[in-house]
């Protein structure tokens, strides 16, 4: 079958041939409709999760349909097999319904992305009114925790990123109330001149030097969720930025398949009432290696791909 292939450690996906799937016991075939790649694909085509079965087909998650002809999401499937296929094999526990109303992009954003950002912003407790700062906004993850903030009773919501035109459309959309270019010079300033009496909730997308400003621009009380690292692995701080708040490192990818099942199906319930909105683009599986480079390259948008 085609299928985008990585061949060798830190190399792009590339289209090729890969062996037909064979589903065993627990696992179900997929007519993939569309994938996706996002961050976590690429620092595991890098090794960042430890050696991968070169050649293999990346893709975490994407939409598809069961021999019954029923559309469904799917998440991790079985290696080496990946979204980035004509066909796939997931364990069953991984295949979630979908309503006809939700279209392949947005649910593929809500899954991985959208369970990303929920999952946090749920724990932080957000109280009626409270500032929330999402750090990395203008990617999938970020564009969905802003609208969720508000959604789960946010005052004031600012997305922070690089990228001033991806910004321009947050606030153009409606997205977030205000926004802060980070890199361009003090990104404690910045951030601070937005903050008014301090943030109360950040949901930390790239962790680095930008969350080590933003965790001292919140106010006391603060709880800052942080659950990735494009802006780098470690930060540096004193008792003195943190004290009176709580610093906490999110995981969701890794959770059981039913905890992220049921916070997809409460995403799902936002989507069509309140019609949550992502930027996709859309790919055809001949130009996996261009997507793999937007993607490496922050497309601001949910990459997908379809077969
Ligand atoms: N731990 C988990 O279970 C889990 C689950 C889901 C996602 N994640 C992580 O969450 C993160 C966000 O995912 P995503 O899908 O939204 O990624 P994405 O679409 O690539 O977005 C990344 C965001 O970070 C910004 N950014 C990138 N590098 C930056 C830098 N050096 N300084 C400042 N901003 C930077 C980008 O905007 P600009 O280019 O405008 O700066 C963009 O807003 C990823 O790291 C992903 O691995 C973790």
Known sequence: MRAAIVTEKATPARLGSFAE???????????????????????????????????????????????????VYFGHSVSPFGALAERTIVPQAEIWPLPDDIDDGLAIALGISGTGALLPLEEAHIQPGESVLVLGATGA????????????????????ARNAA???????????????QLGTGDDLA???????????????????????????????????MSIGIQAGPTVTLSLRDLVFRSHIGVGTGQRP??????AFERL??????????????????????TAWTAQAQSPHAKVIIRP
């Open 21 to 71: 799937p064979q589903p065993g016991p627990g696992e179900r075939l997929i007519h993939v409709l569309a994938g996706s790649i996002g961050p976590t694909d690429l620092m595991r085509a890098n090794g960042f999760f430890g050696p991968m079965p070169y050649p293999y087909i990346p893709g975490g998650e994407g939409v598809g349909r069961l021999d019954s002809g029923e559309r």
């Open 141 to 160: 993850l970020g564009q969905i925790g802003l609208q969720l903030a508000r959604l789960l009773g946010a005052g004031r919501v600012t997305g922070a």
């Open 166 to 180: 991806a910004l321009a459309r947050l606030t153009a959309h409606g997205t977030a109330e205000a926004t802060v």
């Open 190 to 224: 910045a951030l601070k001149a937005e903050a008014g009496p301090g943030y109360n909730v950040v949901l930390d997308c790239i962790y680095g030097p930008p969350a080590e400003a933003a965790i001292r621009a919140t106010a006391p009380g603060a709880r800052i």
């Open 257 to 262: 398949a039913a905890e992220r099942r049921a």
């Open 268 to 289: 799902l319930a936002y989507g069509q009432s309140e019609r949550i909105k992502v930027d996709i683009t859309s790919y055809g599986l001949n130009e996996a290696e």
